[in-house]
């Protein structure tokens, strides 16, 4: 069976296009990763200077109160509600 040259250049053609579009995709796929990769890393590059801000104001303030308050509201520090102390 003999495919006509015509015919045969119509698929190669049909062939590169649909190779050139899912290169395409895979291309923009990887930017839209990179771009989400460098979005992420700028955030945890913000979140750790701003931690270590908040450290160092921590560090050296003097007013308990004012440590305590940027500890659970800026740090996340969580107090149990309950402490049982085990007697020895």
Do not use: C
């Not at 006509?4 to 053609?13: A, C, G, V, Y």
């Not at 990763?33 to 913000?46: A, D, F, I, P, T």
């Not at 050296?60 to 107090?79: P, Q, S």
């Amino acid at each position: 069976m003999k495919i006509p040259l015509d015919k045969l250049n119509t698929i190669l053609l049909l062939v590169v296009f649909i190779l050139i579009l899912l290169f395409q995709l895979l291309l923009s796929v990887n930017n839209e990763r990179n771009y989400s990769l460098l979005s992420v890393q700028n955030e945890l590059k913000r979140l750790s200077d701003d931690n270590k801000i908040l450290y160092l104001k921590i560090e050296t303030h003097n007013d308990l109160e004012e440590i305590e308050r940027v500890a659970i509201n800026k740090l996340g520090m969580i107090f149990p509600k309950k402490i049982i102390y085990i007697n020895e």
